[in-house]
């Protein structure tokens, strides 16, 4: 497994998400919205010939919708990744940078808030700050999960 | 029937491949069942395909080997080398046939007998003295006959059409590659149009489209496949078997036209033969053994596709004996694959899932159609492995439907576009039976407790607005809404209220990701060419989702008074809705023509209405509240012209609806006013308008406006009060209005008003009527013929006199 992270935020929180999971990082335009489905699917978006289901991890964490959903201009950084045979994108609030860290990743320590506490696989320390690291594929589980409950 | 053919072919030779090395490989490991299992499929499925196919030789071959392979299955024997290289060279004459039909020429009848014998003679000779190889004669026959293909081949050219298989990773690729393509040609066209590109790139960005087109078309079609082409080798495959089998069965064979995906199609072609199959062989019974069990000397055995969602569903289902669950639990411990005390545990459900284990049959008796216990297991590998599901549903002396739902994965479909609450979805066209619109003639629409109903020319159905089933608002918009008759999943269809309708594209349809499909009225995603991901509906989920009861009840008669009106004489009416709201008809005769008038010509004349129409007043037939209809923002109102020859009249109206073909029968009981009677037209009673009494009711109205035409002249044109008032409300009336000395002399006919003395002198001695008007309202004496100047009513009365005065003289 590579040490190779992909630094964003999601509902103000730092994460990590190992690139392995990651096929791209886009700048979202039109968002077609999906009206009868649960609140964090956040609409279809178009990447060339593809269909991206976009996830808005703001809302499957703290059931509020991301700012940029309503936005007029709707724009927004999604983590492009392939789940079990479908194209998502994770909506996030930024993408910070692509970074190789070498400390192996760590227990969490603390209490976590009740929201982040399915997502949270661990800690890594990079530069003297910690992230979660996330797992999108589990993330993307949980969330239907969550929702459901 | 070559297709089939080629098929077959192309089918048995990609297997032989495969299975070259599991030959190899068992003779390495000869107790491996895994692999024997493989090989003896592999006959059982050439002879099940020939046996359609009418190739006896290859059916006699791949008979011999599986009868062989079966008792070394079923004696839990291993096979020696010499019995495994003569089934080798069973399969190496099998490869040999192959080439030959291929090539459309007739192998020479050699030695099939001997290398039979060879075969059985091996199986014998192993069961006997395992040791022994007598694999010589075999191989030595295989290598003389091979010898003589390959020379006959040199001198044949390939004279069939050549086909070439893909991995389909490689179409999928081409596929997003030309959707690609297009998206890009449509950014391109959106540049072309904003900037001003020259004809010549025009012509090239032209034909640069088309060959995409072309392409998309064609990579379209290198996937999709009707089903009909599943269900092709169906019809001769029943008839043969039941012939062979003296049962008699109907095939009904539906949904042909559903499209599939290529590679399913393949597929589902061999999990489907074996169903079909087993339902007659083991299913239908002998027509004695139905009329004894008091059905049908014919059995029936219905095949039928249909798309469900994101699933094709194929289903088999005969009136046969179904499957006997017992019988089914006591060949599974018979052949020890479970006690008789695991059995008993289990639930019949789960009982009947045992006809799904590897080597079970309850068929009696060995057939050379089935009952080896291949089959259900093998069907449901099949299914399962291209990820789809098979059920059973069975009925224990009435017969058994299986079930397959395989998946959709890449299909194109022709969709329609649509638009409800600002969003566009797509709907299988194939799902659709009929587009309306709400103000169709022939739809009624009922609200009962919120439950719509929609009755189509006597038809009622369940109507769910698509707005509220995904929860959106519903958009104002002017014209009306698209209603579409939509075929659902369990056969009843209902009717879907969009907001429009706006197009039709074929569509790629992409499998959605779980958490949209969860929502259940989705099958799907799609990108259309403007590059805007849109989702396909799901016609059977919308209707699970709104729970819509899903009746049908063709209301009898509905019909019988429909065959009824047909005899009845008709005749065209135009239906329009009153500025009051009523619907009435009223015959399209009269009618001379329909015009949009502006609010601004309509007037009150005398508690009257009026519309200057072309510069002249037409009587209106129904008051006109101006105020009203402005404060509404209604600019124009739609009136009919009608005429009865002489004499226009204006009919304003809320909105002209259509034209009907009206019985002329009326029920005269509610006639009044100008309403003629009412008439039943499409299930709704409407009133008619009785032409007749329109043109009488409006006979005053009519000499007003005959008497309009004279002319009055008055007197004085200095006068102040004859210019601001008096004049102002002859126009008003619909008079014209001339002026003394301005205008000449006065002629004959003509009115003149008299309001000083000094004019007096202008109009004696002509013929024209005079009025004089007064400024006291008391008459200065008792016989004083003048009139008081507000006293309108007299004044208006006295004109009108005075012009029909004219009129007589």
């Not at chain 2, 098929?7 to 495969?18: H, I, M, N, W």
Request: hydrophobic share 45%; with cysteine; charged share 20%.
């Amino acid at each position: 497994m590579s040490n190779l992270y992909l630094f964003a935020h999601i509902a103000d929180t730092a994460v990590a998400i190992r690139t392995d999971e990651v096929e791209a990082v886009v700048r979202l335009s039109e968002l077609s919205p999906v009206p009868g489905v649960m609140g964090h699917v956040a609409g279809l978006s178009a990447l060339r010939s593809r269909v991206l289901t976009i996830i808005d991890a703001t809302a499957v964490i703290t059931g509020i919708p991301h700012d940029t959903i309503n936005s007029e201009a709707g724009e927004g950084y999604a983590i492009v990744c392939d789940i079990s045979g479908h194209s998502y994108g994770i909506l996030v609030d930024g993408v910070d940078d692509i970074r190789t860290v070498h400390n192996p990743p760590l227990p969490i320590c603390g209490r976590v808030s009740d929201a982040w506490t399915p997502y949270a696989d661990g800690v890594i320390e990079d530069e003297g700050l910690s992230y979660f690291i996330m797992s999108l594929s589990s993330f993307l589980d949980q969330s239907s999960v969550v929702q459901a409950a | 029937m070559d297709e089939l053919l080629s098929e077959f072919v192309a089918e048995t030779q990609e297997s032989l491949e495969a299975l070259a090395n599991v030959v190899v490989a068992l003779e390495v490991d000869p107790s491996d069942r895994t692999l024997l299992d493989e090989l003896f499929r592999f006959f059982h499925t050439v002879k099940g395909s020939c046996g359609f196919l009418n190739l006896p030789r290859f059916e006699k071959l791949s008979h011999a080997a599986e009868d062989v392979l079966s008792e070394i299955r079923a004696g839990d024997a291993t096979p020696d080398s010499a019995t495994i290289s003569a089934v080798l060279a069973v399969m190496d004459r099998i490869a040999q046939l192959c080439e030959a039909v291929a090539i459309g020429e007739s192998l020479p009848d050699g030695n099939d007998g001997q290398l039979i014998e060879t075969l059985h003679h091996c199986y014998r000779m192993a069961g006997a003295v395992p040791e022994e190889s007598t694999a010589e004669p075999a191989v030595v026959v295989d290598e003389e006959t091979m010898a003589s293909t390959q020379v006959e081949r040199t001198g044949r050219g390939a004279a069939t059409s050549r086909t070439i298989r893909l991995p389909l990773s490689l179409i999928d690729q081409l596929m997003n590659g030309v959707s690609d393509m297009v998206l890009a040609r449509n950014e391109l066209s959106r540049k072309l149009r904003t900037g001003d590109a020259s004809p010549e790139l025009e012509t090239a960005f032209e034909r640069l489209s088309a060959c995409i087109a072309d392409m998309r078309d064609t990579i379209s079609k290198t996937r999709m496949q009707r089903v009909d082409r599943l269900f092709m080798a169906i019809p001769r495959m029943v008839r043969d078997l039941g012939r062979e089998l003296g049962k008699s069965i109907e095939l009904k064979l539906e949904g042909g036209d559903v499209e599939m995906d290529r590679e399913m199609v393949e597929m589902v072609v061999d999990p489907l033969t074996h169903i079909v199959r087993n339902s007659i062989d083991h299913g239908i019974e002998s027509p004695a053994d139905r009329i004894a069990a008091g059905k049908p000397e014919v059995g029936t055995l219905k095949v039928s596709a249909r798309q469900s969602g994101s699933q094709i569903v194929i289903e088999v289902a005969d009136d046969g004996r179904g499957i006997n669950i017992d019988a089914v639990a006591h060949k599974i411990v018979s052949a020890g694959i479970m006690t008789e005390q695991d059995v008993a545990k289990l639930s019949n459900a789960a009982k009947l899932e045992l006809i799904f284990t590897a080597g079970l049959s309850t068929a009696n008796q060995v057939t050379a159609v089935s009952g080896r216990g291949v089959g259900m297991d093998i069907v449901r590998a099949n299914i399962e492995r291209i990820g789809g599901i098979i059920s059973l549903s069975n009925n224990p002396g009435n017969g058994l439907t299986i079930t397959m739902r395989v998946p959709l994965t890449l299909t194109i479909i022709p969709g329609l576009l649509l638009n409800a609450g600002g969003l566009n979805f797509a709907i299988p066209r194939s799902a659709i039976v009929e587009i309306l619109h709400d103000n169709n003639p022939t739809v009624s629409i009922n609200r009962l407790a919120g439950a719509l109903t929609a009755t189509i020319r006597g038809v009622r159905y369940s109507m769910i607005d698509l707005e509220t089933v995904i929860g959106l608002p519903f958009i104002e918009r002017t014209g009306p809404r698209t209603l579409i008759l939509v075929r659902s999943s369990s056969g009843n269809p209902y009717i879907l209220g969009v907001s429009q309708v706006e197009n039709h594209e074929e569509l790629v349809i992409r499998p959605a990701a779980p958490m949209v499909m969860a929502a259940g009225i989705y099958a799907g995603m799609t990108l259309p060419d403007n590059g805007q991901p849109m989702l396909l509906l799901d016609a059977g989920g919308i209707a699970q989702t709104a729970q819509l009861p899903l009746v049908v009840d063709d209301i009898e008669a509905g019909e019988a008074a429909a065959q009824e009106e047909e005899a009845r004489q008709y005749y065209t009416g135009l239906r329009l809705e009153e500025l009051t709201g009523e619907q009435r008809v009223i015959r399209l005769s009269l009618v001379e023509r329909v015009e949009d008038i502006a609010l601004a010509a309509f007037g009150m004349t005398a508690g009257h209405t009026h519309a200057m129409i072309e510069g002249n007043l037409v009587p209106c037939l129904r008051s006109v509240d101006v105020n009203a209809l402005k404060t509404q923002g209604v600019k124009e109102v739609t009136c009919l012209r009608l005429r009865d020859g002489v004499r226009e009249l204006c009919y304003p109206v809320r909105s002209v609806i259509d034209i009907d073909e009206v019985p002329t029968e009326l029920d005269l009981s509610v006639a009044y006013d100008v309403v003629a009677g009412v008439v039943l037209l499409n299930g709704v009673h409407i009133e008619v308008i009785d032409g007749f009494a329109l043109f009488a009711s409006a006979p005053d109205i009519l000499e007003q406006a005959e008497t309009a035409r004279a002319r009055c002249v008055i007197a004085d044109a200095a006068d102040s009060w004859n210019r601001e008032i008096l004049a102002p409300l002859l126009t008003q009336a619909g008079y014209q209005v001339a002026w003394g000395g301005s205008e000449g002399a006065v002629k004959a006919g003509d009115v003149v008003l008299v309001t000083s003395e000094p004019a007096t002198e202008m109009v004696s001695g002509s013929q024209a009527a005079v009025i004089r008007l007064r400024n006291n309202s008391d008459p200065a004496e008792p016989d004083d013929p003048s009139i008081y100047r507000y006293d309108r009513v007299r004044l208006l009365e006295a004109i009108s006199q005075a012009g029909q005065k004219r009129g007589v003289a």
